[in-house]
């Protein structure tokens, strides 16, 4: 059984930078995809930016592209999301999500496995 485990979440100001940890433990391959969903109160889930574990490649979303950051430590087994400029239409309950093999997509049918949630919040 694979667990992910996500942390990091708050409050922040708008403009403000938080970074989002996803720790991934109990899978039996090397590769794998890690991506971060997101949800808010009324809104579908959406599709944030996901890693493969292998070879680090990485996909954004358009709305997240260049203020947000994914990475991972394969030693660590962990995957982070650093988000910057973060504006209030950011606020949302943040998953990350676990699939076993190299895919480089947002589609999350294709996930597995999901952690509990953290939440985001942008606010003054």
């Known amino acids: 059984q694979v667990q992910v485990v996500e942390s990091g979440g708050g409050l922040v100001q708008p403009g403000g930078s938080l970074r989002l940890s996803c720790a991934a433990s109990g899978h039996t391959s090397d590769y794998y995809t890690i991506g971060w969903f997101r949800q808010a109160p009324g809104k579908e889930r959406e599709g944030v930016s996901c890693?493969?574990?292998?070879?680090?490649?990485?996909y954004y979303a358009d709305s997240v592209k260049g203020r947000f950051s994914i990475s991972r430590d394969n030693v660590k087994n962990m995957v982070y999301l650093q988000m910057s400029s973060l504006q209030p239409e950011d606020t949302a309950v943040y998953y990350c999500?676990?699939?076993?093999?190299?895919?480089?997509?947002?589609?999350?049918?294709?996930?597995?496995?999901w952690g509990q949630g953290t939440q985001v919040t942008v606010s003054s």
């Open positions: 999500a676990a699939g076993l093999g190299d895919y480089l997509t947002l589609r999350d049918t294709l996930y597995d496995y």
């Open positions: 890693i493969i574990s292998s070879d680090g490649a990485t």
